[in-house]
């Protein structure tokens, strides 16, 4: 990716390819998060092409208007 970049290469040696170590992270919580969510979807509980997204549903943050707040 950074090639002949010696501070890139500097900061890799002082600190580990952080980039890398996120990427890997990031992928391993994919996956965990795949197989929790995979019987949650087997139950009909995730979205897809039979059972579409309704607006309004689930949380929601209301904007408070200016001025003095009710107490």
Same mark, same amino acid.
């Given at each position: 990716?950074?090639?002949? &970049?010696?501070?890139?290469?500097?900061?890799? =040696?002082?600190? #580990?390819?952080?980039? =890398?170590?996120?990427?890997?992270? =990031?992928?391993?919580? &994919?996956?965990?998060?795949?197989?929790?969510?995979?019987?949650?979807? &087997?139950? %009909?509980?995730?979205? %897809?092409?039979?059972?579409?997204? &309704?607006? #309004?549903? %689930?949380?929601?943050?209301? =904007?408070?208007?200016? #001025?003095?707040?009710?107490?």
């Amino acid at each position: 990716m950074f090639q002949d &970049s010696p501070i890139y290469d500097r900061l890799i =040696a002082e600190c #580990g390819d952080v980039p =890398a170590q996120v990427r890997r992270e =990031a992928e391993r919580v &994919s996956r965990e998060l795949e197989l929790v969510m995979r019987p949650l979807q &087997s139950r %009909g509980y995730g979205l %897809g092409p039979d059972r579409p997204h &309704s607006p #309004g549903n %689930g949380w929601q943050r209301t =904007a408070m208007l200016p #001025g003095p707040r009710p107490h």
